[in-house]
């Protein structure tokens, strides 16, 4: 059986005088890019240059939504009721889908940011919400969420199409979970390392938790992250290397 996944990346998240991560390196080696929509990250300007960036290279674009937030960059928790994280789901996708219609194409997937997702990730009423937005702006939207999580449960009971997503850089407790970012053994340094934790994601649907277990995971997304020091070299390497194991590097397809 012909192994696929698609390769995505947090993009548009420069703002202002200031520029963050390698959008325009990084786009050749992804397939789906996520654009941040302005409260946690980005603007309208950079909105717009993204767009333009993502259909120059063939790539899917999605929507980035996060916590008004920009201080703090969207990893901050907020204690929003499920109203209120509907309403700023819908308002971040409504103002990326306007740069996207005036070009003629259309949005592609949604995926949260930061604390918006990993909160979703557990809680069932903040999936719900961000489910129902994305259900209420675009039927044909593909929501991404953790592999495994309450995101993806929610997602489907909408009837939407949902993307597992994996991570390369970060290491897994028992239960299937990111380790915690302010645990020493969160992220996975060597690019090595991590490339082979995502070959086998893709081809066994198993990761080595931090204590050693091995954990089912499904695995249809593979998120890389652009604003790291080795952010391109690190991009190259995965796709290279999935490319050695014969794991086709492709977007989602959308609903018919």
Same mark, same amino acid.
Do not use: W
């Given at each position: 059986?012909?192994? +696929?996944?698609?390769?995505?990346?947090?993009?548009?998240?420069s703002? @202002?005088?200031?520029?963050?991560g390698?959008? $325009?390196?990084?786009?050749?080696?992804? *397939?789906? #890019?996520n654009?941040?929509?302005? =409260?946690?990250?980005?603007?309208?300007?950079?909105?717009?240059?993204?767009?333009?960036?993502?259909?120059?290279h063939?790539? +899917?674009m @999605? #929507?980035h939504?996060g916590?008004?937030?920009?201080? @703090?960059?969207?990893?901050?928790?907020?204690?929003?009721?499920?109203?209120e994280?509907?309403?700023?789901?819908v308002?971040q996708i409504? &103002?990326?889908? #306007?740069?996207?219609?005036?070009?003629g194409? &259309?949005?592609?997937?949604?995926?949260?940011?930061? &604390?918006?997702?990993n909160?979703?990730?557990?809680?069932?009423?903040m &999936?719900?919400a961000i489910?129902?937005?994305?259900?209420?702006?675009?039927?044909?939207?593909?929501?991404?969420?953790?592999?495994?999580s309450?995101l993806i449960?929610?997602? $489907?009971?909408?009837?939407? +199409? *949902?993307?597992?997503?994996?991570?390369?850089?970060?290491?897994?407790?028992?239960?299937?979970m990111? *380790?915690?970012?302010r645990l020493?053994?969160a992220?996975?340094?060597?690019?090595?390392?991590?490339? /082979?934790?995502?070959?086998?994601?893709a081809k066994? +649907?198993?990761?080595? /938790?931090?204590?050693?277990i091995?954990?089912?995971i $499904?695995?249809? *997304?593979?998120?890389?992250?652009?604003?790291?020091?080795? #952010?391109?070299? =690190?991009?190259?390497l995965?796709?290279?290397?999935?490319?050695e194991?014969?794991?086709?590097?492709?977007?989602?397809?959308?609903?018919?």
């Amino acid at each position: 059986m012909l192994v +696929k996944i698609d390769i995505n990346c947090d993009m548009g998240e420069s703002f @202002g005088a200031y520029s963050i991560g390698h959008d $325009q390196e990084i786009m050749p080696y992804i *397939t789906s #890019a996520n654009i941040a929509c302005g =409260f946690h990250a980005g603007d309208p300007d950079v909105m717009k240059r993204t767009v333009h960036l993502t259909m120059e290279h063939g790539v +899917k674009m @999605g #929507a980035h939504p996060g916590f008004q937030d920009l201080a @703090g960059f969207g990893r901050r928790n907020m204690a929003l009721s499920p109203e209120e994280v509907y309403s700023l789901v819908v308002y971040q996708i409504g &103002a990326l889908q #306007a740069f996207v219609n005036i070009e003629g194409t &259309a949005l592609h997937h949604v995926k949260p940011h930061g &604390a918006l997702y990993n909160m979703a990730a557990s809680n069932e009423e903040m &999936a719900s919400a961000i489910a129902a937005a994305v259900k209420d702006v675009d039927t044909s939207l593909i929501l991404y969420g953790l592999a495994g999580s309450k995101l993806i449960e929610a997602g $489907q009971k909408a009837g939407l +199409k *949902t993307a597992s997503e994996v991570f390369a850089d970060r290491t897994y407790t028992r239960e299937g979970m990111l *380790t915690p970012r302010r645990l020493p053994n969160a992220l996975i340094e060597n690019t090595e390392e991590a490339a /082979a934790q995502v070959v086998r994601m893709a081809k066994e +649907k198993k990761v080595r /938790a931090i204590d050693g277990i091995d954990v089912e995971i $499904q695995a249809d *997304t593979v998120c890389i992250h652009g604003d790291g020091p080795h #952010a391109l070299s =690190f991009a190259r390497l995965i796709r290279t290397k999935l490319q050695e194991e014969a794991i086709e590097v492709c977007s989602i397809a959308m609903e018919e």
